[in-house]
């Protein structure tokens, strides 16, 4: 993704590049019909991969010049083991070239405590600073008021509700869309 692969560093995390000792943590947590449910393109059940698999599918793929993506640690873990991970990117889908999306999963480990808040908001601060979108777009689906709650302490104002399709749930999901607008 972004050539700039400097770590961001909130008042309770490290927002680092991933790393291929990554892919364990994302077999292991994505497997989780828990986690992969709140998800759009994740199935379920998820499909374990090797490491190399992993990393050439996440990180090697043409992703856009600009945006970031970035696995989620505690500061205070001197593993720098991963909790969860975000990207903030230019919309890559057909007719919404100038949006940009937002889109995270954190561990269940990790959950009602304030990291993916906390994370989004460093992500968010990071990806103003460096490109300045006009307009960042996420969604939750609706049966996951902690991800809305995410989003809305971070500025994301609740545009309208859709159905969407979610992957894990082989079905059309009510969903929640919202916008941040400079």
């Keep these: ?9 909130t008042e309770r995390l490290i927002l680092r590049p991933p790393v291929p000792e990554d892919a364990y943590v994302f077999n292991r947590e994505l497997a989780k019909f828990e986690i992969s449910s709140n998800l759009a393109r994740v199935p379920h059940p998820y499909r374990l991969m090797s490491v190399e698999d992993w990393w050439h599918f996440n990180w090697d793929r043409k992703f856009p ?63 103003r600073e460096t490109w300045d979108p006009e307009k960042i777009v996420a969604g939750a689906f609706t049966d996951n008021p902690a991800s809305r709650r995410v989003l809305e302490k971070n500025g994301f104002v ?25």
């Design 1 to 9: 993704m972004s050539q700039d692969l400097a770590d961001i560093v």
């Design 65 to 127: 010049a600009e945006g970031i993506w970035r696995v989620i640690c505690r500061r205070d873990d001197a593993n720098r083991s991963c909790i969860g991970n975000f990207a903030i990117q230019p919309d890559i889908r057909p007719g919404a070239e100038s949006l940009w999306s937002a889109g995270y999963w954190m561990a269940e480990e990790a959950w009602g405590q304030g990291y993916m808040t906390e994370a989004l908001a460093g992500g968010l601060t990071f990806v």
């Design 158 to 182: 609740m545009t309208h509700e859709t159905t969407e399709w979610s992957e894990a749930r082989q079905t059309k999901v009510p969903h929640w869309n919202f916008e941040l607008v400079r």
